[in-house]
């Protein structure tokens, strides 16, 4: 089994991750390659045979429906304790999860 995610509207600042000296660039100040067509394909031309489940494609279930406020606030919280953000940071579930989804297949050996 084998999970895709894909967030391409997600950003973040420049953040210093705590326990690192240095902070990593802002997402928007890096290329990210993907999504969940790649992630597949990718992985796809590595195996012998295509999944047994769902079809020729991975399940897929958007995000954005999914997330109620309980998720945002966990979100919020972890950050808080994971990292220091150069400019506040502010989870906003419309704009960031946009597009976003999990994906989903199954192989068999």
Known sequence: MV???????????ATRW???KTATRSRADQTVWGGIDRQFG??????DAGPGWPGPGPYR??????VGRGTVGCAERWMD???APTTPLVFEPERHLRDAAVGVAIWSW
Not at 42 to 47: I, K, P, V, W
Not at 61 to 66: C, D, F, P, S
Request: glycine share 10%.
């Open 61 to 66: 279930h958007g995000l954005l429906r999914a």
């Open 18 to 20: 705590y326990g690192k």
């Open 42 to 47: 990718e992985l796809r031309r590595r195996l």
């Open 3 to 13: 999970f895709f995610l894909q967030f391409p509207c997600l950003d973040w600042p």
């Open 81 to 83: 304790g994971a990292a």
